[in-house]
């Protein structure tokens, strides 16, 4: 499975980015697709995920202002941004379920203040 994930880009604080995960390669159906940040200097942590049956996830840090949603016949996930955060700069990351878990590269995010 290789998961193809863009998007990311320099914003300034109050602003939107969209990220996009495109999963390819022998794949019957995914588990849970996630996205996951890491900030300079701090672990990698969990901002949201989406089941195959449509159960959500959001760190309460990005609660009402991140959306995760999914295309299942396009493999993809999607990561809806607004009101951007200087702490919101990080490298996110996209992971995949397909019954062992798969990484993405990651994509920049920078919030400017």
């Known amino acids: 499975v290789q998961l193809q994930a863009s998007g990311g880009g320099l914003v300034q604080a109050g602003g939107s980015l969209r990220l996009s995960c495109a999963a390819s390669?022998?794949?019957?159906?995914?588990?849970?697709m996630a996205w996951y940040r890491q900030a300079p200097g701090k672990q990698r942590e969990l901002v949201a995920d989406i089941t195959s049956g449509g159960s959500m996830y959001y760190a309460e840090s990005v609660k009402g202002r991140f959306t995760i949603s999914r295309d299942n016949a396009k493999n993809t996930v999607f990561l809806q941004m607004n009101s951007l955060k200087p702490e919101d700069t990080a490298v996110y990351y996209c992971?995949?379920?397909?019954?062992?878990?798969?990484w993405g590269q990651g994509t920049l995010v920078t919030v400017s203040s």
């Open positions: 992971r995949v379920v397909v019954g062992v878990g798969y």
């Open positions: 390669g022998s794949i019957f159906s995914i588990d849970v």
